[in-house]
């Protein structure tokens, strides 16, 4: 079993930055891949980044390419997502997920076994 908690959401500005955090417990959780999906209102769940085991491979929406930055740190079970130049579409309650080594597409959330409670990003215009 595999705990996930979200932190660093809040409310910002167009053009602002927030660095969420994902703390992590549990077996065996830094052999896992990390994700960040993300759900506006009204919306599906969609894929924003995801970075594997050992950190060096990374992946990113092509929406957040060039914004976001996701990193990992096993030492100390947390994954973040430093998130600039923010923008009003980037509102959206923003989830930590965990998959286990399967082979699946980083982006399909169908493949991620546990999930955080969320955290709400709010980029004010």
Sequence with gaps: ??????????????????????????????????????????????SVSAIGWSGTTRFYADSVKGRFTISR??????????????????TAVYYCAAALPTGSSWSDDRGYDYWGQGTQVTVSS
């Excluded at 955090?21 to 209102?41: D, N």
């Excluded at 096993?74 to 600039?84: E, R, S």
Aim: proline share 3%; glycine share 12%.
């Design 73 to 90: 740190d096993n030492a100390k079970n947390t994954v973040n997502l430093q998130m600039n130049s923010l923008k009003p579409e980037d």
């Design 1 to 46: 079993q595999v705990q996930l908690v979200e932190s660093g959401g809040g409310l910002v500005q167009a053009g602002g930055s927030l660095r969420l955090s994902c703390a992590t417990s549990g077996r065996t959780s830094s052999t896992y891949r990390m994700g960040w999906f993300r759900q506006a209102p009204g919306k599906e769940r969609e």
